[in-house]
């Protein structure tokens, strides 16, 4: 198995999560609601609907957006595991972020070493 599949689906893994996640725990879930649950979903979901498909497709930039993207999802989770009505959205956001964090990096950083590798050789051959 290639290893850039696997760093790929879990990248794949924690966007879908995110959105699941967000969705299901504002839409049905959530026991304290501040603002409206559209709205709240809006916010939270968007940024990541630009990536879903690129992520799936394996463009390597959309990993570099993301890897940047998934910081403050992160952060969210961590206020919310301070909240104790909402302590397990907080764990499974920051599990998803870090999911997409760790997925992204190590996809980008496997692809620029095999590219390196492969120009490296295509330079040797000439």
């Known amino acids: 198995m290639d290893i850039t599949v696997f760093w790929r689906t879990l990248a794949a893994i924690g966007i879908l ?15 304290v609601q501040q603002i409206p649950r559209s ?30 993207l998934s910081f403050p999802y992160a952060l969210i989770g961590i206020w919310y595991i301070f909240s104790a009505q909402e302590a397990i959205y907080g764990y499974l956001m920051l599990l998803a972020s870090l999911f997409l964090f760790f997925g992204s ?10 590219d390196k590798q492969k120009s490296i050789k295509k330079g040797g051959d000439g």
């Open 17 to 31: 999560g995110l959105i699941i996640l967000i969705v299901l725990w504002n839409g049905w879930l959530s026991p």
């Open 39 to 68: 709205l709240e979903i809006a916010i939270l979901v968007t940024p990541l609907l630009f990536f879903v498909r690129k992520i799936l497709h394996g463009q390597r930039n959309a990993f570099i957006g993301v890897t940047l």
């Open 105 to 114: 990096l190590l996809n980008v950083w496997i692809m620029d070493k095999r």
